[in-house]
Structures are given as C-alpha cells and as structure tokens.
C-alpha cells in the first residue's frame, strides 16, 4: 500500500509518529563478545545488528609477492533467516551484500590509521538479525563502537543515518519535505540516501544514493543527514565515555 505523501508535511507525524526531524530510538552497547578483539550491538529503529573486529593479525605469506605497507580492511556482512519479511538466506555472491561490504570497508579504510599496522588485516564481520530501514547506516555505526572497542586507532568517529524526500523524482511538488532517519517502509516509497560523517563537522566519508531524486531537492536532503549524523556522533560518543567510566569504576574497585 503507498504512504500517503499528504501526511509529512513539516507540522505534522509521520506515520511511526515521529517529526521529519526525528531520529528513531537509538540502543548501543560495546564489548558484547567477549571472544573477540573489538564487538558491538546496536539498535536503530528496529533494525539490530552485531559487530565483531579481529585484528590486526599477520597476514599471511602467499608465494613471493609482495605485502601490503598498510593493514587492509577485509569486511563481512551476514543476514540472519529471519532479519527480512521474506525468510531467505543470502549467498556470498549476492550482489547487494557484496556492495555494502565494499562501501563499509572504504569507508574505514580512509579512516583507520591502517599504516600503523602493515602486513596486517583487520576483519570486520557484520551480523543483521533485523532489517527496519538504514541498514547500511547501522552497520557504518556498529562498526565504529566496535573498532573503538577493539583499540584501533583512527581519526574519529563515522556517524551516519539516512535521509530522504517526501516527494518521488517524477513528482513536481514543490512543497516536499526532507526526512531523516527512515523505516522500511519509507524506504520502499520513497527516495533516500544514506549519509556518513567523520567527526563532529561536516566532512562527508559515505554518501550512497541509490534512487533517483530532483536535483533541487538534494542539497536539504544533504543538510538533514548531516544534522542527523552530528546527533548520532554524539549517541556513539556518550555509549563509548559511558562504558569507559564502567571499565575505571571496576578498575579502582
């Protein structure tokens, strides 16, 4: 059944109850796995996933050739059966999680001090046991509180969140409005990018657009994502300071 574009307007809610410049409940929680090196859960929405980092290990000597001076970021992204409405696992060679997995590993890549570590990988695995809109950004946030946790130098946090327009690219409403943070549901009617900052500013590290959109209506879809990304920096940055008061409290007791 389409949304009805009718009720976005600035004034009133959404459909799950929110403004258009709401985020949705945010959960956070590091060093979940005890077995791993650095590991995450988060909650977007309803959107779950768990994070896991090994590394930075040796690589391994395959042959003669050369290794690499900086670590390489090697991702993995795997869906739980019942993460979609549709009970379906996911091969390795689907095309979609193999785009995400390059998107998050260039993403870090950039971002990691990775020359600090060479001949070395550093794995990234991503677990989705629920799928309710801005997975990618999900999986960009959980990665961070993960890496954190794992003690991997890098220059600052990644935030990210999407964004998208009340109005399709063939429509000439004049009056659409930007939306932050979008469902599942958003995401199916509606055009949508999904925007990642680096910091508290407004450096843009991943910017995916996959629908197509009026190019007037872009740059207050760009402004949203990135306010949204600053409100989500500050969420990592007060779960990481909130769990490294637990580790001093403990410590001292």
């Given at each position: 059944m389409p949304l009805d574009a009718s009720t976005y307007t600035l004034a009133l809610l959404r459909l799950d109850g929110r403004r258009w410049n709401?985020?949705?409940?945010?959960?956070?929680q590091i060093s979940t796995q005890a077995a791993a090196d650095g590991s995450s859960y988060l909650e977007m929405g309803n959107t779950k996933v768990i994070c896991t980092v090994a590394g930075p290990a040796e690589q391994r000597r395959i042959g003669a050739?050369?290794?690499?001076?900086?670590?390489?970021?090697?991702?993995?992204?795997?869906?739980?059966?019942?993460?979609?409405?549709?009970?379906?696992?996911?091969?390795?060679?689907?095309?979609?999680?193999?785009?995400?997995?390059?998107?998050v590993a260039r993403a870090f890549a950039s971002t990691l001090f990775?020359?600090?570590?060479?001949?070395?990988?550093?794995?990234?695995?991503?677990?989705?046991?629920?799928?309710?809109?801005?997975?990618?950004?999900?999986?960009l946030n959980a990665a961070t509180l993960a890496l954190i946790d794992a003690g991997i130098p890098m220059s600052d946090y990644v935030a990210a969140c999407t964004a998208g327009s009340t109005a399709s690219y063939s429509s000439n409403d004049?009056?659409?409005d930007p939306l932050l943070d979008l469902n599942n549901q958003?995401?199916?009617?509606?055009?949508?990018?999904?925007?990642?900052?680096?910091?508290?500013?407004?450096?843009?590290?991943?910017?995916v657009m996959?629908?197509?959109?009026?190019?007037?209506?872009?740059?207050?879809?760009?402004?949203?994502?990135?306010?949204?990304?600053?409100?989500?920096?500050?969420?990592l940055d007060g779960v990481v300071r909130a769990h490294g008061k637990r580790m001093l409290e403990q410590g001292m007791t």
């Open positions: 709401e985020l949705r409940r945010m959960h956070a050739g050369g290794q690499r001076l900086e670590a390489d970021v090697v991702v993995e992204i795997n869906f739980a059966g019942f993460s979609g409405l549709e009970r379906k696992r996911r091969g390795r060679s689907d095309k979609r999680t193999a785009e995400m997995q390059h998107t990775t020359h600090l570590y060479p001949h070395s990988t550093i794995q990234i695995t991503l677990h989705i046991l629920a799928q309710d809109g801005s997975l990618l950004a999900a999986c004049k009056v659409a958003e995401e199916q009617e509606l055009p949508f990018l999904t925007i990642g900052t680096l910091g508290a500013g407004d450096k843009v590290a991943v910017c996959e629908t197509r959109i009026q190019i007037a209506r872009l740059e207050s879809m760009l402004a949203v994502g990135v306010d949204g990304c600053k409100q989500i920096r500050s969420i």
